[in-house]
């Protein structure tokens, strides 16, 4: 049976973190099954190895790892954030929205069609010269509190 060990490491760096183990593990044929990195999770990684020495072994002289958490996390501590549920789409045509990740993040836009399916959505820039319509996943925007003028 595997157990899953988490690493505390410098937030921020937790891809970086993850990129440098996973050349690790490669690298020494280490028996490392799965590292987990989530939103979720700010400053730590998970990874799932055959044991702890492993585990504590895989991390040796990687930067920005801190520490390993002394003891093994249950599966069920960590499973919503493997799981993958649909993001429930509650925008209409026309509402505003800003764009939270990508080469257009901090841009606000206007929906102009919404795919349910495709989990995405077309929206169009609306502070920019000429509106460009760009299509992105849902998980990449929210929701602009609606400005009603009264």
Known sequence: MNVLLAYRVTSGQENIVADLLSEKIKKVKSPVSAILVSNKLKGYIIVESPDEVEAKKL???VPHVKSVLNKPIAFDE???MIE???QEVLLNK??????????FKGEKAKVIRIDQDKEEVTVELVE?????PVTLKTGTIKA???SSTN
């Open 59 to 61: 991390v040796a002289n």
């Open 144 to 146: 602009l509190p609606s």
């Open 128 to 132: 920019v010269a000429v509106p460009i």
């Open 94 to 103: 026309g509402d505003m929205i800003e764009i939270t990740s990508g080469p």
């Open 78 to 80: 960590i499973k919503e």
């Open 84 to 86: 993958s549920k649909p």
